[in-house]
C-alpha cells in the first residue's frame, strides 16, 4: 500500500465514519475517528446564540489535539486512517461564524494549522443533499435532531466547492448515492480496489448503473 496516511471527508451524514472502520479492517490499519460529542452541538442545531463559537472552537481544539497524537506515530509500522482533514474545520467557520468571530477564529487556526500532518492521500464521499438527511435521520444522534435540510444543504454545497479547488494531496471522489459498502460486500472490495489504484491528481469513482 503506497499511502500510509488516509483521510475520508465528506458532509454530515455520508458515511466517513463507517467508511473508515471498514476500511480499517481491510488494511488493518490505525484508526483516528473525529470526537462527535461536542457538548455545545445540540444548542448550536437549536439556533442558540453564542453557540457557533462554542461548537467551533471546541471542534478546532480536539481535532488538533487527536491530530498531534497522529503527527507523533510511525507512520512507516501501520496505515493510519482518519474520519475527517484538518481543513475541513475551516468550511463550517465560514458558514456559521459572524465577522469579528471569523477573525478570532483565523488567528488561532493558522497557528494551529501549521503543526498539523498532512495526508498522503484523502477519499471525499459525496451524496446528493436528500440522501445525506435521509442517513442522518436514521443514525438518531440526539444532538442533530435539531439540524434542517437547509443547513445540510448548505454544509454538501460548501464540501463540493472545497474539494473542487482541493490540491494538497491526491484525492478520490466517491459518488456514494448508489453505494451501500455496510451492506454489500462488493462494493466495499470494489472501493479498496479503487484506493489500491489510486495515485497522483484527482480521480473520481461512480458505480456502474448509477444516476446521472
Same mark, same amino acid.
Given at each position: 500500500m503506497k499511502f500510509k496516511s488516509i483521510a475520508v471527508e465528506g458532509p454530515i451524514g455520508v458515511g466517513k465514519t463507517t467508511f473508515v472502520e471498514l476500511l480499517a479492517k481491510k488494511f488493518d490499519a490505525f484508526r483516528i475517528l473525529e470526537d462527535v460529542n461536542n457538548p455545545f452541538l445540540k444548542e448550536f442545531y437549536q439556533d442558540k446564540p453564542g453557540?457557533?463559537?462554542?461548537?467551533?472552537?471546541?471542534?478546532?481544539?480536539?481535532?488538533?489535539?487527536?491530530?498531534?497524537?497522529?503527527?507523533?506515530?510511525?507512520?512507516?509500522?501501520?496505515?493510519?486512517?482518519?474520519?475527517?482533514?484538518?481543513?475541513?474545520?475551516?468550511?463550517? &467557520? /465560514?458558514? !456559521?461564524?459572524?465577522?469579528?468571530?471569523?477573525?478570532?477564529?483565523?488567528?488561532?487556526?493558522?497557528?494551529?494549522e501549521a503543526q498539523v500532518p498532512k495526508p498522503d492521500l484523502v477519499i471525499f464521499l459525496q451524496a446528493d443533499t436528500a440522501r445525506l438527511v435521509e442517513r442522518i435521520?436514521?443514525?438518531?444522534?440526539?444532538?442533530?435532531?435539531?439540524?434542517?435540510? &437547509? /443547513?445540510? !444543504?448548505?454544509?454538501n454545497k460548501a464540501y463540493n466547492y472545497f474539494f473542487f479547488h482541493y490540491s494538497h494531496a491526491p484525492l478520490l471522489v466517491i459518488d456514494t448515492n448508489d453505494i451501500d459498502f455496510v451492506e454489500h460486500e462488493e462494493h466495499l472490495d470494489e472501493l479498496v480496489a479503487q484506493i489500491r489504484k489510486m495515485d497522483r491528481g484527482v480521480q473520481y469513482y461512480r458505480p456502474m448503473g448509477s444516476a446521472g
Open positions: 453557540t457557533a463559537f462554542q461548537a467551533q472552537l471546541f471542534f478546532l481544539l480536539s481535532r488538533f489535539r487527536q491530530q498531534q497524537e497522529l503527527s507523533q506515530r510511525d507512520l512507516f509500522s501501520q496505515i493510519a486512517l482518519c474520519d475527517y482533514i484538518f481543513p475541513k474545520d475551516k468550511i463550517f &467557520a /465560514y458558514l !456559521n461564524l459572524d465577522d469579528s468571530e471569523l477573525m478570532l477564529y483565523d488567528k488561532l487556526y493558522s497557528v494551529l435521520r436514521k443514525r438518531r444522534r440526539e444532538a442533530e435532531t435539531g439540524i434542517s435540510e &437547509a /443547513y445540510v !444543504n448548505e454544509v
